[in-house]
């Protein structure tokens, strides 16, 4: 019935694997559990090797690095089940119940459900904040492939983009051939918790790549103004003439807005302003 795939990187994906086995084995199902680290050459895999002593559960680990995306792709291809289910591996089911609900969601053949992210309210270390307020008032509200449920036979059909091999926005092309293609992707309430919350710093460096691989993909025209706020308001000023303007600006402010982001009252404005500044800094 359904095979769970976790994409991991320098993470113990141990506490999450037991229990999502002690889960499935309270729904009494046909289900395998497969984890494949990226190529991340960490000490935790050593801890994660033992859940290749478990019973339906596989840890892999990449000789080169794929990239999430085609990370996934490579996991689905082991999966033997009729359903996929995608976790991030530094996720955790927010109720005992999780895999009960998506199953007794999955009467439509062709459903495609997203059960949702949260983040614990408990408020983090000063050098996590931005990382912490950004997913709380950002992440929760967009669909994301951190915790999808899809049927094998149309993840095969429509995989992820393996020409992505960057950190950031393989989620967005992803739904958009999904879309695309007339599928629907139901948001229920079923949410997981993202428990590793990067420094701020660390979040910093990842939406610079992420920025970059954005700039790569509008280039390819693989995403337009119409499904990234960032190149929509990239394009007005593109007309407007302002795109070099835009990034003197940024680039005169940028340590300035940075020691904001790293503060412990980070501003979303000025980091909605840091990502617009950087990606006109790229053009």
């Known amino acids: 019935m359904l095979s769970i795939l976790i994409p991991v990187y320098n993470y113990d994906v141990l506490p999450l ?7 499935c084995n309270s729904c009494g199902i046909n289900f395998e559990i497969l984890c494949q680290d990226d190529a991340s050459n960490s000490q935790k895999n050593i801890k994660n090797q033992v859940i290749n002593s478990f019973s339906k559960c ?11 995306g085609r990370n996934i792709n490579s996991l689905a291809q082991k999966a033997n089940n009729e359903w996929l289910l995608i976790l991030d591996c530094d996720t ?4 005992n119940n999780f895999i009960e609900k998506y199953i007794a969601e999955i009467a439509e053949e062709n459903n495609i459900l997203f059960g949702g992210i949260v983040y614990e309210d408990k408020i983090p270390e000063k050098q996590q904040l931005l990382r912490w307020i950004y997913g709380q008032k950002r992440e929760t509200a967009s669909v994301l492939t951190s915790n999808l449920w899809i049927k094998k036979e149309i993840f095969f059909q429509y995989p992820f983009d393996e020409s992505i091999t960057k950190y950031g926005y393989e989620d967005l092309c992803f739904f958009l051939v999904l879309k695309k293609k007339g599928f629907e992707i139901t948001s229920i309430q079923n949410p997981v918790f993202h428990l590793n919350l990067e420094t701020s710093e660390i979040f910093l460096s990842k939406t610079k790549t992420a920025l970059e691989n954005l700039f790569f993909l509008y280039n390819s025209k693989k995403i337009t103004s119409a499904e990234s706020k960032i190149i929509k308001t990239f394009e007005f000023l593109k007309q407007l003439k302002l795109t070099r303007f835009t990034s003197l600006v940024f680039k ?3 340590l300035k807005i940075e020691r904001n982001l790293l503060s ?3 501003s979303l404005f000025l980091f909605d302003l840091y990502k617009l500044g950087y990606f006109c800094f790229l053009k």
Request: glycine share 4%; charged share 25%.
């Open 58 to 68: 596989s840890f892999f680990i990449n000789e080169v690095n794929l990239g999430r």
């Open 17 to 23: 694997v037991n229990e999502l086995v002690k889960q």
């Open 252 to 254: 005169k402010n940028q």
């Open 92 to 95: 955790f089911p927010a109720e």
């Open 264 to 266: 412990q009252k980070p």
